[in-house]
T-cell receptor, first 114, second 110 residues
Framework: NAGVTQTPKFRILKIGQSMTLQCAQDMNHNYMYWYRQDPGMGLKLIYYSVGAGITDKGEVPNGYNVSRSTTEDFPLRLELAAPSQTSVYFC?????????????FGPGTRLTVT | QKEVEQNSGPLSVPEGAIASLNCTYSDRGSQSFFWYRQYSGKSPELIMSIYSNGDKEDGRFTAQLNKASQYVSLLIRDSQPSDSATYLCAVNSGTYKYIFGTGTRLKVLA
């Protein structure tokens, strides 16, 4: 049981380039999330999904897109990378939301846009 | 704006002492409360969850919840240098949204 996995671990992008951050979970969780974490700023929700085919925006969705074609995978797409997207990105999953639904995190992707 | 507040620290305690980490939240509808440990450069790791008023113990960790005061705390007994990390408090109100505090940095001095 690998839990939540993310690739790549590190990436450097030039301004205007695009990339996809991969996330997968093998816990049969319905809910998946993408967060970004900037120094001293806490975790900000980018997008979330409540099941295959269903996604919605979080607090900071601009400049990002997601898809959820399977229960296991939840990729995050960055289009036209900007320096403001330099951050650490975490994918997370849970069985659902609400009481007792604990959220588990992947190892993260450190992205630098120059 | 629903918020979760934590003192950023650093909180320094000597090895073997009890570390006390505190968190307050603004949404009275909050139902689930979580403590995560995050080592520098690593992802948040769930260490405790608590859902009802009172204490919940797991090894050296005790989570305490007081919904009337909108306060949740984490006690770490017999603190070890390996406990040095940032501790994140997270709150859920029964929806998709987990609200995280910015974390308290704990330093355990050998």
């Amino acid at each position: 049981n690998a839990g939540v996995t993310q690739t790549p671990k590190f990436r450097i992008l030039k301004i205007g380039q695009s990339m996809t951050l991969q996330c997968a979970q093998d816990m049969n969780h319905n809910y998946m999330y993408w967060y970004r974490q900037d120094p001293g700023m806490g975790l900000k929700l980018i997008y979330y999904s409540v099941g295959a085919g269903i996604t919605d925006k979080g607090e900071v969705p601009n400049g990002y897109n997601v898809s959820r074609s399977t229960t296991e995978d939840f990729p995050l797409r960055l289009e036209l990378a900007a320096p403001s997207q330099t951050s650490v990105y975490f994918c997370a999953s849970s069985y659902g939301s609400g009481i007792s639904y604990e959220q588990y995190f992947g190892p993260g992707t450190r992205l630098t846009v120059t | 704006q629903k918020e979760v507040e934590q003192n950023s620290g650093p909180l320094s305690v000597p090895e073997g002492a009890i570390a006390s980490l505190n968190c307050t939240y603004s949404d009275r509808g909050s139902q689930s409360f979580f403590w995560y440990r995050q080592y520098s450069g690593k992802s948040p790791e769930l260490i405790m969850s608590i859902y009802s008023n009172g204490d919940k113990e797991d090894g050296r960790f005790t989570a305490q919840l007081n919904k009337a005061s909108q306060y949740v705390s984490l006690l770490i007994r017999d603190s070890q240098p390996s406990d040095s990390a940032t501790y994140l408090c997270a709150v859920n109100s029964g929806t998709y949204k987990y609200i995280f505090g910015t974390g308290t940095r704990l330093k355990v001095l050998a």
